[in-house]
C-alpha cells in the first residue's frame, strides 16, 4: 500500500522565500492577507469554576450604586391585572395607560444605568455561556446572586428560563436569601403564566422559610408572586399570623421611606389577591397617618377596595391630600380612583371633583400635544 508523502507547509524550510525578486518555488502562490479577527464568542472554553463566577457576581453587584431599588416597580392594572391569560382585547384607556408607564420606564431604566459598570458584549456572552454549563455545580445562592448581578444590568440571553430549569428541582434548598433574590428576579424576567408550576413550588416553599422573613419580607414574597401570575389566596393565609406579630416593626422601618408607605403596600399587597380579614386592616388602617402623602393614600385605599372593605372613612378624613393630587398623578390613577369611590358613600362633590380632575388631565395631555405638532 503507497502512502502519500506529506505536503510541506508554507513554514518548511524549502518553501522559505528565498531573498531575491525573481524567486522561484512553492512559495510564489502565497500572499499575504489582513484577515478579520474572528470574535465568536460563543465558541469558548467553559471553565467549571463556580467560585470565579460568584466572584464576578459579587464584583458586577458592588458596582451597582442607584436609589435604593423598590420592589413595587408597579402596581398598575395594566401590568398585572390586564395580562392575565385569555384577555385577548385590551380597551383604547388600557393602551395608553400602557403607553404611559412605558416612557415612565424606559426613564428610569436610563438613571439606573448611569451608575453601572461598564462591561463589553464579549463578557456578557462568555459569562452567560460559562453560568449556564455551570449552573449544575452552583448552589442556588450562588445562583440567585448571579441572576441578581443579570437582572441589575439589564441583561437577557436565555439564562433566566435556564436557571428555572435548575432551581425548580431544588426549590427545597433555597433559604431567605436566595429565596427571595430568585422570586425578586424571575418574576420581572420570566414572561407571565409560562411558569406556573414553578412559582406554584416557590410559594410551597414559603412555610419552610417563614421563621426567617420579617413583615417587609412578607410583603415583597406576596408582591413577587402576584406579579408572577400565582394568584391563591392560600399564601396569604400561611403567613398572615407571622405578618401580624412583625406588624409593628414596620413603623421603625416606615421611617426612612415618607408616612409609613410600607403598611399601605401591605394594604395592596393583601389586598391584590382578595384577602379579606377585618382583623388585619383594621390595625393597619389606624396607624396610616392623617397627614400621610398621596402614594400612601392611593396604595391603602386601592388595597381596601380589592378587599371589599368600605374605604370612605378613609377616604373623607384625608380629603384634602386626595384632592391636591388629582393634578399630579397619571390618568390611570385618576380612573383607579373613580372605580374606588365609585363604591363609597364620600360626598357627590367629592367624586365630581375626581370626575373633573381626570377631564381637565386629559384636556392638559391634549393641549402638550397640541403644542409638539405645532
Known sequence: MLIAKRLLAPGHAS????????????????????????????????????????????ELISNYSPKQMEFIEDYSPNKSENKRE????????????????????????EEQNKGLLSKSRGFWIVYSKRFKDSIHILSVLDIATILKSFHIYNKDTGEYVVAVLELQKRVTEMGRDAFMD?????????????????????AQHVPNILYSLD????????????????????ICRKVYMKFMDHMEELNEKGRRHIHYCDLSAACLAFGRFGYRNMDLYSKIEPKITKMCNAEVLFQASWGFHLAAIDVTKLVTERTETLVDSLGKIPRWKVQVWKTILSGTSCDIELKQTVDEGGVWKQRQNLNLLDGDLS
Open 86 to 109: 385569555g384577555d385577548g382585547n385590551q380597551s383604547d384607556l388600557n393602551k395608553e395607560l400602557n403607553r404611559e408607564f412605558k416612557n415612565e420606564e424606559e426613564g428610569g431604566i
Open 15 to 58: 518553501c522559505k522565500p528565498l531573498p531575491v525578486l525573481t524567486q522561484d518555488g512553492p512559495n510564489r502562490f502565497i500572499k499575504f492577507k489582513l484577515r478579520r479577527i474572528r470574535r465568536d464568542y460563543w465558541n469558548v472554553l467553559c471553565f467549571a469554576n463556580s467560585n470565579k463566577l460568584k466572584t464576578t457576581a459579587y
Open 215 to 234: 413583615a417587609l419580607d412578607i410583603i415583597k414574597v406576596l408582591w413577587n408572586l402576584y406579579n408572577a401570575g400565582y394568584t391563591d389566596v392560600n
Open 182 to 202: 430568585c422570586l425578586w428576579v424571575l418574576s420581572r424576567r420570566l414572561k407571565l403564566n409560562t411558569q406556573k408550576n414553578f412559582f406554584k413550588k416557590m
